[in-house]
């Protein structure tokens, strides 16, 4: 319980960083504009999807209703050779057919903070800690009732890494990390009964600690047009203990976004997963949807 008290309060405090730089306020801003310290980017966004049919409609058709949000933000501060980013990412969105429960359409929960020095040229040294989990249970849809087969902090993901990262602009980064400590947290102790790996965390515990760990972490954000922007981000994870090709970790989010007027975005988010300790064949998930987009920040 006290390793969560201490991660709920880190995140806590993380985030409210984050949020005091991205609040549209000129009281804040005007200073570290100035000073050029700062650089901000903060996005929300909302979808809304419906669709319904007469009951003699031969078309064929269900009557579904679906929305979604997203929470997105960046704050970066550079001080001569010194760095501090943090970005944030939060998504959520359900679907409710006629004649269904309610169902999960996107739910990830994502914090990355890094602080670096640069040492020479375009590399640097660095300290990091991310972390990935969900708001909400998850289901197994493929049973005669449904499984729940994960739930908020079940599991959840708390990685550190230290190294050197390079970055030869403002689009590309790459970090390497041969020490890379990662926590599994297990807060929900009845769901080896629905997945009985308990992803990779023993039966009992609450939490498993891979002390020994590599990890490689890239990312790219590219405006390829005026109005399209791609953004990226690959992560490796290697427990040196464990050291085998099919135990390594992989994962790739990608999310392609198009702004159609000044409010209206498309987009396309895509995340390909293999984790051996949550099943031994690659995942993957996608979603395109278009919707209202809002922008501040002073990013340029």
């Given amino acids: 319980m006290k390793n969560y008290l201490l991660i709920v309060f ?3 405090f993380t985030t409210s960083s984050l949020r005091a730089q991205i609040i549209p306020a000129d009281t804040i801003f005007l200073n570290t504009l100035e000073q050029g310290f700062w650089t901000s980017d903060f996005s929300l966004g909302i979808n809304f999807n419906q669709a319904s049919f007469s009951g003699n409609w031969r078309g064929g058709g269900i009557n579904s209703i679906a929305f979604g949000g997203i929470v997105a933000g960046k704050a970066n501060y550079m001080k001569g050779r010194f760095t501090w980013d943090n970005e944030l990412e939060l998504l959520y969105g359900v679907v409710n057919n006629q004649g269904e429960q309610s169902r999960k359409q996107n739910d990830r929960m994502f914090f990355d903070s890094k602080a670096g020095y640069q040492l020479t040229g375009n590399w640097g040294a ?3 800690a991310n972390f990935i989990s969900q708001f909400a249970p998850g289901y197994d849809y493929d049973t005669p009732e449904r499984l729940m087969i994960s739930d908020f902090l079940s599991p959840g ?4 890494g230290f190294g050197l990262e390079y970055k030869p602009n403002q689009e590309f980064n790459l ?4 020490l890379s400590p990662r926590f599994t947290f297990m807060r929900n102790q009845e769901l080896f009964l629905n997945v009985p790996d308990n992803y990779g965390v023993p039966i009992g515990s609450q939490l498993r600690t891979e002390w020994l760990a590599f990890q490689l972490y890239a990312t790219w954000d590219k405006d390829i047009t005026e109005n399209l ?3 990226s981000r ?3 994870f290697a427990n040196y203990e464990t050291m085998e090709w ?5 994962r790739f989010d990608l999310t ?4 159609i007027t000044e409010w209206v975005n498309v987009t396309f988010t895509s995340i390909n997963l293999y984790d051996f300790d949550q099943d031994p064949n690659v995942q993957y998930s996608q979603a395109l949807a278009i919707g209202l987009m809002y922008k501040i920040g002073n990013k340029q």
């Fill in 157 to 160: 993901y708390l990685t550190t």
């Fill in 126 to 128: 660095f300290f990091s």
């Fill in 10 to 12: 880190f995140l806590l």
């Fill in 256 to 259: 392609l976004t198009a702004k």
């Fill in 246 to 250: 099919r135990r390594i970790d992989h």
């Fill in 234 to 236: 690959y992560m490796m």
């Fill in 175 to 178: 970090r390497i990390a041969p």
């Fill in 229 to 231: 922007n791609l953004r």
